[in-house]
């Protein structure tokens, strides 16, 4: 939904010359790198996810937990759905 007509710089808005950046890290394997101001970004730039270390899917996973149950959802079963620790879950 963000990215609808394609990758856009959050920083200057440009939408051309956006290039697949190197990723420093496994964990930031669809890096982009903006032609125009140099930086690095990735889709979650920007949202409440941008600071998060747990993966896009793990996140919305959750979320669907949270609201598709009547009574929510402890998080010793969210830990076992979604098998990461106890402090992330
Ligand atoms: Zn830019």
Redesign the pocket.
Known sequence: MIWAEGPT??????CDQ?YQAKPERKVRTRLKK??????Q?TVRVGTIFEDGHLPLHKWLQAIYLMCASKKGIHSHQRMRVLECTYKTA
């Open positions: 710089c959050p920083h200057c808005g440009a956006i903006c032609g125009h101001c140099r930086k970004s």
